[in-house]
C-alpha cells in the first residue's frame, strides 16, 4: 500500500490511543493494552501472524507456494502448522520476559528445543551443554577444552560493578578479540563462541567492547541452565500461537483486533500521522506502529533473506535423533561473510502429522544465486521430501518515527531467535513512548543482542 495524505480527516469511526498493521507489532499491542492504552490492531490478513504466520493445513502452504497436492505420505494435513519465518526463543530471553510479564503464557505451551549444533569440518557437533560435555567435546583440542572452561568463567563471573572480576580487562575498552588472544583460545573455540553460544552474525564483535559479547554469553548461559541439554523454546502448534495470544490478551484488556483489513490510507495533519483509513471507516489515533510492507516510502532496502522449509520424514543426521535442534553454520566454514541457520521442529511440537519433521533454511543473500548460498545446510537435511523457497527484502525504517509518528519495524533478519526483533520492539516502544517510562521498565532497558543485520 503507497502511502497517500488525505485533506482533511474524513468521518471519524473511531479514536485509539494506538494504530498497529500487522503481526511482529503485537506483541506491542499486548504490552500497550495492560498498560492500559485503547488499541485497534488491524491486519491485512485473514489469519494471524503475517508474514510470520503458521499455516494450515498442509495444502495451504502447497497451495501459498503454487505447488501441486501434497502426497498421501505426508499424512492429514490438518496435523501441519508450518511456520514461514521459524523462530526460537531463548529460554530467559527478551521474548520470554515480555509473555511473563504480560502473562500471556496462561494461552501457550511451550516445549524445550531439544539440542543445540554448530557445524565444524563437513560435520554437525553437538555444543556443549555441561562440564562432562566440555570434556569430551570434539570441538576443540584437550588443551583448549581448559582454556575454554578458563574464558567461560571469566566471562560468567564478570560484574560491571565490580573491577576486581575484570582481571586487568576494562570490558569497556577490551576487545573481544583481545580477551580471545588473553586466554589463548584457539580459532574453533572464537568461531563457536562467538557464533553459535554470543549469537552474532557477523565477526564486527571482535573489534568492539568485550561487554556485549559477555552479556550475550551470560543470556546463552542463563538460559541454558533453565533447561540443561538447550537454551531454547519452542510453543507447541507453532510460531502463529505467539500473535494469537498476544490478540486475546489485548482484547482482554480492551483492546479491537480486525482481520482481513486493508489500510487504504494514512490520515497525515501538518506532517504527523492522526489515524488510518480502512474499508470506509477513518480511526484516529496518537500513534500508528506497522511493518515496512505499510509504508514502502519510509523503509529501505538494505538486503535480502532467503529461506528455504523443508518436509522431512527422518531428524537430521548426528543430532542423536533430536525431534527439534539448531545448527549453526559459521560463515568461515563454508567461505561466506554471513552465517547459515537451520532449525527443526517435529510431530512431537504438533506441527507435523506423525513422524514428520519440519526444518527451515536461511541465511543473508550475498550472491546472485540465493539458493546456492543455502545448500551447505540443505545438505545437512537430506534426504528432502519438499522444499518451498522465499526470498524477501530486508527493510529497515528511514528514520525513528518521532517526527510523523509513524514507527515503523525492521524485517525479519535470518536469524533462528527472536532477541533482535525484541529489542527492534523496545526501540519503537522507548521512542513513542520516552514520556512514559513508568508503563514498562521491562522495555526501557539497554538491549544485550543488536537487532540483526540481513
Known amino acids: 500500500m503507497a502511502e497517500r495524505i ?53 495444502e495451504e502452504i502447497y497451495k501459498k507456494f ?209 489515524g488510518v483509513k480502512s474499508g470506509g471507516e477513518f480511526f484516529r489515533c496518537k500513534h500508528l506502529i506497522c511493518d515496512p510492507s505499510y509504508v514502502p516510502d519510509r523503509v529501505k532496502k538494505v538486503g535480502r533473506v532467503i529461506r528455504v522449509i523443508c518436509l522431512l520424514n527422518h531428524p537430521i543426521k548426528n543430532t542423536n535423533d533430536a525431534s527439534s535442534c539448531q545448527i549453526i553454520i559459521p560463515q568461515t566454514q563454508v567461505n561466506r561473510k554471513s552465517d547459515i541457520y537451520i532449525c527443526m521442529v517435529s510431530h512431537t511440537h504438533s506441527v507435523a502429522s506423525e513422524g514428520m519433521y519440519v526444518a527451515s533454511v536461511s541465511t543473508t543473500v550475498e550472491t546472485s544465486n540465493p539458493e546456492k548460498e543455502v545448500q551447505p545446510g540443505l545438505a545437512l537435511l537430506e534426504p528432502i521430501m519438499q522444499k518451498f523457497v522465499s526470498i524477501s527484502n530486508f527493510m529497515v525504517p528511514l528514520d525513528d518515527g518521532r517526527r510523523s509518528q509513524i514507527f515503523v519495524s525492521r524485517s525479519y533478519d535470518a536469524t533462528t531467535h527472536f532477541e533482535a526483533e525484541c529489542n527492534d520492539i523496545k526501540d519503537m516502544y522507548r521512542t513513542a513512548y520516552s514520556a512514559h517510562n513508568e508503563m514498562c521498565p521491562l522495555l526501557l532497558t539497554s538491549p544485550l543482542v543488536s537487532s540483526g543485520q540481513p
Not at 480527516?9 to 485503547?38: A, H, Q
Not at 488499541?39 to 494450515?56: F, K, Q, T
Open 66 to 274: 503454487q505447488i501441486s497436492e501434497p502426497p498421501i505420505s505426508m499424512g492429514r494435513g490438518k496435523d501441519w502448522n508450518v511456520d514461514l519465518i521459524p523462530k526460537f526463543l531463548l529460554a530467559n530471553g527478551m521474548l520470554v520476559k515480555i509473555l511473563l510479564y504480560t502473562e500471556v503464557t496462561r494461552y501457550l505451551d511451550f516445549k524445550v528445543v531439544e539440542g543445540s549444533y554448530v557445524f565444524k569440518a563437513g560435520k554437525v557437533h553437538k555444543l556443549p551443554s555441561t562440564e562432562a560435555e566440555i570434556q569430551t567435546s570434539d570441538l576443540m583440542g584437550m588443551f583448549d577444552r581448559r582454556r575454554f572452561r578458563k574464558l567461560l568463567q571469566f566471562m560468567l563471573n564478570l560484574d560491571e560493578r565490580d573491577p576486581r572480576t575484570y582481571h586487568d580487562m576494562d570490558p569497556q575498552k577490551t576487545t573481544m578479540r583481545e580477551v580471545f588472544h588473553h586466554f589463548d583460545v584457539g580459532t574453533e573455540v572464537i568461531e563457536f563462541t562467538g557464533h553459535a553460544m554470543a549469537l552474532h552474525c557477523s565477526d564486527d564483535y571482535l573489534d568492539q567492547p568485550c561487554i556485549q559479547t559477555i552479556q550475550r554469553i551470560k543470556l546463552y548461559s542463563e538460559s541454558l541452565a533453565r533447561y540443561n541439554n538447550s537454551p531454547y523454546l519452542y510453543p507447541l502448534y507453532g510460531m502463529g500461537e505467539l500473535p494469537q495470544g498476544f490478540a486475546r490478551l489485548s482484547a482482554e484488556y480492551g483492546g479491537t483486533y480486525l482481520l482481513n483489513r486493508q489500510v487504504d490510507n494514512i490520515v497525515m495533519e501538518n506532517g504527523k500521522a492522526v
Open 6 to 58: 488525505i485533506a482533511g480527516p474524513p468521518m471519524m469511526c473511531g479514536w485509539r490511543k494506538l494504530i498497529i498493521c500487522d503481526t511482529l507489532e503485537c506483541i506491542l499491542s499486548g504490552i500497550m493494552s495492560v498498560s492500559g492504552k485503547k488499541v485497534l490492531h488491524i491486519d491485512r490478513n485473514s489469519y494471524y501472524g503475517g508474514e510470520s504466520a503458521s499455516i494450515s493445513p498442509l
